[in-house]
């Protein structure tokens, strides 16, 4: 006798704008509750920090959408996750899961994650260039206050939703997370 094959579900989270082509695909779209889009449609020229504002802003969607995330994975609990390397609210929501479960806080197993993403643009000396990196990150006093920042950031993250991360661009950059 063959075997039924089981109903697979694909969720895809995004802003209101992509929500037509994902539910195209056949995908069920959901929307964050929170998604800061004119921040986002700012140019670099228009920030003091480009790279740190990023960051800063991207912590900041992640702080608002966690715990949406979280109730969300507890409740459908998926087989299976699939992010980019840069979406850094998956990265974090994996973490949670797993401290949770190593905790006893959860007794829902961290699910299969794969991350994707286009290697090729952020192999060294490819892109960006060191003559990039010098125009988009300057290095004086300021960059460190803001990395001090950052730091701060990231910590009130932690503590607020029991991770450990200490190296938000680290974390965001590593592709094994």
Known sequence: MAQKNPKIKIIFYGAQENKDVIK??????????????????QKPDQLDEPVFNLLYGMVDFCDH?????????EREKPDL??????AL???Y??????????KKIS???????INFSTTFAQKE???????????I????IWFFINLIFLFFIQLKFNWKHGTRVFNTLKFLMDQSQ
Do not use: C, H, W
């Open 24 to 41: 195209n695909t056949g995908t069920e779209f959901r929307q964050y509750s929170y998604y800061p889009t004119e921040k986002l449609k």
């Open 65 to 73: 959408v966690m715990n949406e995330l979280l109730d969300d994975f």
């Open 81 to 86: 996750i699939i992010y980019d390397t840069f």
């Open 89 to 91: 609210q998956a990265k």
């Open 93 to 102: 929501l994996l973490n949670i899961i797993k401290m949770r479960y190593e």
């Open 107 to 113: 007794t829902t197993k961290p699910p299969l994650a």
């Open 125 to 135: 000396g490819i892109y960006p260039s060191q003559e990039m990196l010098k125009e």
């Open 137 to 140: 990150i300057k290095i004086d």
